[in-house]
């Protein structure tokens, strides 16, 4: 059964690709099969992560990538992450709907994913359903979270190749260094480059790259788009071909890949220990610390013991 | 020696204050005695986190609440959480600034904590810096934590009262609910309030809070400021008390803090494993995934094996 929705997820049929990302995503049990029968058709994929403030436009650019890169031909996965809230576990409508434009198109997969609420949900679900679309064929699998912060590194630990959107007049240049983003970019991504203010947006990402540390051979370029209208995405998919050509002639690419698996390994062994803990001992100690009878280390050590 | 360092932490000398946090910031081995020494002076501060999109004014807000509320003779301490780069390991200078103005204020701690660069590491040393500073008698911890998405649902984690900042013209309806703001807020700001569009900002606001499903007592107030002027900022601190005593009356408080307890222990207990893991087996069994021989679900059992 199990097997049988593999093998039609690798020939690339849409309905078992999304009941295989369902099952990640609900933490199915078979989930150790599904990984074990998926392992040998994986590592093709470029994984490319988009991120940046909201409002920046992201989902556009994410759909206009699309586009471009059906136009060349390639298989293409997206998995948008929705910080959703903790409480009421789904997400709200919102720009998603306007990856319809690409439901037809049965080259291209798409899928939103909710963060499940806990620290670390992203982290091992979303290994997870990348490697379904890598498996399944795409070329290209874009990740887009939304907003800066813990989820840029997660995304960063995902991908091969990291874009940086920012928009003019959203904030100054502090407040992008504040988001760390001169490390992780690979490709900056300008959009609404038709506004009022884009050439200063260069010029400030320009200055900031000069003052900053990165010392890898790979000196990130910043790509102009209009996204709602497909303006300068031919180019940022050359960018990320490029990329991905000096990911591997530099070597860079099996860093990245043997970090993202480590994180993979890590990430699904904690939420074996987290599953273990919850069901019971942490519980029982909350107690304690919250009346100042115990200290967390030890309740921490406590709650250990009982595994 | 430590317990010298607690005990004139707890007279909240702001030396050892800094001392402490310290120590935890950089994961000392001495955290689990600070943290037995601390346990029993523990419990009494209110844990008000801010969250918000860059440029709302998090940290003008948090400056100005610092004023408002020494003003009223509390002792305040400020965490600013950066999402600093997973690299650099540190934040670049920005607005934190601002907050020189209350560095001669021996009625006031403020310390800017790193994320660490992995998952969890905010999970499990915020809350150590946070007991440091209740235990030094503060009676408002602010903990101001940038951007959107898996930030806020650690600052709700950890607050008692989690305000959600909001600017005119920062981005529609459509944006705040993606973001599961209506679900964690305690108290709304409308920040920047002299500006075009604040009122219909606080009517976005009140519409979508009626289309919410919160069933809670608690009916989250709009407080409008302009913060970079303290205008508003008293009926903000007003607001901030109100809350702390419904949480008191209605029972909630002990809820969340039995919560923030539990969560605590696990990220503490986690990240004793993790630390176990990263130190060996993990890496051995990247390789193995890389090359496709291996799955991660197989390897996490392994790897939690070698433990």
Redesign the interface.
């Known amino acids: 059964m199990i097997a049988d929705l593999v093998a039609q997820a690798l020939e690339g049929r849409p309905r078992a690709v999304a009941q295989l990302i369902s099952r990640v995503e609900s933490g199915s049990p078979d989930?150790?099969e599904i990984?074990?029968l998926?392992?040998?058709?994986?590592?093709r994929a470029q994984v490319v992560g988009l991120t940046g403030?909201?409002?920046v436009g992201k989902s556009t650019t994410t759909s206009a990538l699309v586009t471009e890169l059906r136009r060349e031909g390639k298989r293409v996965g997206v998995l948008a992450i929705?910080?959703?809230?903790?409480?009421?576990g789904g997400?709200?409508?919102?720009?998603r709907v306007r990856m319809g434009d690409h439901a037809l198109d049965d080259g291209v997969f798409i899928r939103s994913m909710a963060?499940r609420?806990?620290?670390?949900g992203?982290?091992w679900a979303t290994?997870?359903a990348l490697r379904v679309l890598d498996a399944a064929g795409c070329d290209v699998v874009l990740v887009e979270?939304?907003?800066?912060?813990?989820?840029?590194?997660?995304v960063?630990?995902l991908a091969d190749t990291t874009l940086v959107l920012l928009a003019p007049g959203?904030?100054d240049g502090?407040?992008a260094?504040?988001?760390?983003i001169?490390?992780?970019a690979d490709v900056f991504v300008v959009n609404k480059a038709d506004r009022d203010g884009a050439a200063q947006t260069v010029r400030d990402l320009r200055y900031m790259m000069s003052l900053g540390?990165r010392q890898d051979a790979w000196k990130p370029p910043i790509c102009r788009t209009v996204a709602a209208r497909g303006e300068g995405v031919d180019g940022l998919a050359k960018a990320i071909e490029e990329h991905r050509t000096w990911l591997a002639s530099s070597g860079e690419g099996?860093v990245r890949?043997?970090?993202r698996?480590?994180a993979?390994?890590?990430?699904?062994?904690?939420e074996?220990?987290?599953v273990r803990?919850?069901s019971s001992a942490?519980?029982e100690?909350?107690?304690a610390?919250?009346?100042?009878?115990?200290?967390?280390?030890?309740?921490?050590d406590r709650?250990?013991q009982t595994l």
Chains 1, 2 share one sequence.
């Open positions: 989930l150790p990984a074990a998926l392992a040998p058709h994986t590592g403030s909201p409002g929705d910080p959703s809230s903790p409480f009421s997400a709200l409508l919102g720009d963060t609420g806990h620290l670390g992203l982290a290994p997870q979270t939304v907003g800066v912060g813990q989820s840029e590194i997660d960063v630990s959203m904030g502090v407040q260094a504040k988001a760390g001169l490390e992780i540390s099996a890949r043997r970090r698996a480590a993979e390994i890590e990430a699904i062994a904690l074996k220990i987290r803990l919850s942490v519980a100690f909350a107690d610390v919250v009346a100042g009878d115990l200290d967390p280390y030890a309740a921490a709650a250990l």
